[in-house]
């Protein structure tokens, strides 16, 4: 069996190799992106299908460029291909280019496409454009009287930021229901710290993207807004992306079809995040099913389709993982993912004659039933916000 795993990089695998947890030779293909997250996927394929050949290609830094990684896996003879990517822009509600060119390549070519189904449980909401009374602004409570009707993120240290993008139901390339978004400091609604607003009028894609960063010592809370510019109310959909330390408030957040992307493609196995000391339920950050599909025709896709374990052991190569102490470890969907494919690797190998839909059928049908998913609240820090206003500035 060949397995291909598309990740950031590999920068660190031949020191994994000389630890034994990754075989002689692994058929890099490209690692132009860099990093050590692929070496850790590549460690837990060999850890479960030891005999697999293993290749690797990195994300590419755009979505044609990782169709093209996909293509090159499958030209290498990769019968089961894993990746543990997702890019801000892939559609929400339908199909995008990453999902059509999967869906195009498991119909002609004999593939078994497994992917990771996200960490947005916590940093996700979804309904339908409901505004506060006399404005066109969105009220994330849904209508329900609040004292916080936004999202919230605290930026508690310099560098700590958030990227917030916005999807609606409407149609790719044909969108002329004009929405913005904007992220205020909290407390200061005089101006925006950053906006975004791309015009919809007939011709464009339902998507906004906007991102802040605080550039002080002092702790900055923020709050996400979206604003109806023209047109009608549409189902939204927001996606807020931490780093350097930011944590997401859990007012408004809601867990529920927080898979989207490829991941949420027919014939893709979508995998979730189950501790492995903890089986019995989904991490608190894995994303929820199911999928909303609008376009071409409205869909409702039962996702994700499978858990995987995550936590485990990893050499630690490159020094990527979570130090426990005593060993370093792979949390995350993207953990999992991998897990599942070498399995269905591992399967394969028994039966080399079954095409990959009788591999893909026969893992789903006999996976155990490991209970319902963890609290929709667990992925944020509730809390009340601030009575005044900080003076941080980001």
């Given at each position: 069996?060949?397995?291909?795993?598309?990740?950031?990089?590999?920068?660190?695998?031949?020191?994994?190799?000389?630890?034994?947890?990754?075989?002689?030779?692994?058929?890099?293909?490209?690692?132009?992106?860099?990093?050590?997250?692929?070496?850790?996927?590549?460690?837990?394929?060999?850890?479960?299908?030891?005999?697999?050949?293993?290749?690797?290609?990195?994300?590419?830094?755009?979505?044609?460029?990782?169709?093209?990684?996909?293509?090159?896996?499958?030209?290498?003879?990769?019968?089961?291909?894993?990746?543990?990517?997702?890019?801000?822009?892939?559609?929400?509600?339908?199909?995008?280019?990453?999902?059509?060119?999967?869906?195009?390549?498991?119909?002609?070519?004999?593939?078994?496409?497994?992917?990771?189904?996200?960490?947005?449980?916590?940093?996700?909401?979804?309904?339908?454009f409901t505004p506060e009374q006399g404005t066109n602004v969105q009220n994330f409570t849904n209508g329900s009287p609040s004292s916080y009707p936004r999202l919230y993120v605290r930026l508690p240290q310099k560098d700590a930021g958030v990227y917030a993008c916005l999807?609606?139901?409407?149609?790719?390339?044909?969108?002329?229901?004009?929405?913005?978004?904007?992220?205020?400091?909290?407390?200061?609604?005089?101006?925006?710290v950053a906006i975004s607003e791309m015009r919809q009028s007939g011709s464009g894609d339902p998507y906004e993207q906007v991102g802040v960063c605080n550039d002080d010592v002092v702790s900055v809370d923020v709050e996400i807004n979206v604003t109806?510019?023209?047109?009608?109310?549409?189902?939204?959909?927001?996606?807020?992306?931490?780093?350097?330390?930011?944590?997401?408030?859990?007012?408004?957040?809601?867990?529920?079809?927080?898979?989207?992307?490829?991941?949420?493609?027919?014939?893709?196995?979508?995998?979730?995040?189950?501790?492995?000391?903890?089986?019995?339920?989904?991490?608190?950050?894995?994303?929820?099913?199911?999928?909303?599909?609008?376009?071409?025709?409205?869909?409702?896709?039962?996702?994700?389709?499978?858990?995987?374990?995550?936590?485990?052991?990893?050499?630690?190569?490159?020094?990527?993982?979570?130090?426990?102490?005593?060993?370093?470890?792979?949390?995350?969907?993207?953990?999992?993912?991998?897990?599942?494919?070498?399995?269905?690797?591992?399967?394969?190998?028994?039966?080399?004659?079954?095409?990959?839909?009788?591999?893909?059928?026969?893992?789903?049908?006999?996976?155990?039933?490991?209970?319902?998913?963890?609290?929709?609240?667990?992925?944020?820090?509730?809390?009340?916000?601030?009575?005044?206003?900080?003076?941080?500035?980001?």
């Amino acid at each position: 069996m060949k397995v291909g795993v598309i990740s950031d990089g590999v920068d660190s695998w031949a020191a994994a190799r000389d630890t034994s947890d990754l075989p002689a030779n692994v058929h890099v293909l490209s690692n132009e992106q860099g990093g050590d997250e692929g070496t850790a996927m590549l460690e837990i394929v060999h850890d479960i299908a030891p005999e697999a050949e293993l290749y690797f290609h990195d994300m590419s830094d755009n979505q044609l460029g990782f169709n093209d990684a996909i293509t090159e896996l499958a030209d290498a003879g990769c019968q089961v291909i894993v990746d543990d990517i997702s890019y801000f822009a892939e559609p929400a509600f339908e199909d995008g280019l990453i999902a059509t060119h999967i869906r195009d390549l498991i119909a002609c070519r004999n593939i078994l496409y497994v992917s990771s189904a996200g960490n947005h449980a916590g940093r996700h909401y979804q309904g339908h454009f409901t505004p506060e009374q006399g404005t066109n602004v969105q009220n994330f409570t849904n209508g329900s009287p609040s004292s916080y009707p936004r999202l919230y993120v605290r930026l508690p240290q310099k560098d700590a930021g958030v990227y917030a993008c916005l999807h609606w139901d409407d149609l790719c390339g044909a969108s002329g229901d004009d929405y913005d978004l904007a992220i205020y400091e909290y407390g200061h609604y005089g101006s925006p710290v950053a906006i975004s607003e791309m015009r919809q009028s007939g011709s464009g894609d339902p998507y906004e993207q906007v991102g802040v960063c605080n550039d002080d010592v002092v702790s900055v809370d923020v709050e996400i807004n979206v604003t109806r510019y023209a047109g009608l109310g549409r189902t939204l959909e927001v996606y807020l992306y931490p780093f350097g330390g930011a944590q997401i408030l859990s007012y408004n957040i809601v867990a529920a079809d927080s898979i989207f992307g490829h991941p949420a493609a027919n014939g893709v196995v979508a995998v979730a995040a189950a501790r492995v000391t903890a089986p019995g339920a989904l991490e608190s950050f894995s994303s929820w099913g199911p999928s909303t599909v609008r376009w071409p025709s409205p869909e409702l896709r039962q996702k994700p389709d499978i858990a995987g374990p995550d936590g485990n052991r990893i050499s630690g190569a490159g020094d990527w993982g979570y130090w426990d102490g005593s060993h370093y470890r792979f949390y995350g969907t993207s953990a999992s993912a991998p897990h599942v494919a070498a399995l269905a690797a591992l399967a394969w190998s028994g039966n080399p004659t079954a095409t990959a839909n009788q591999v893909r059928t026969a893992l789903l049908e006999t996976a155990d039933d490991r209970g319902l998913p963890a609290s929709t609240t667990a992925g944020g820090t509730a809390g009340p916000m601030p009575s005044g206003s900080p003076s941080g500035s980001v």
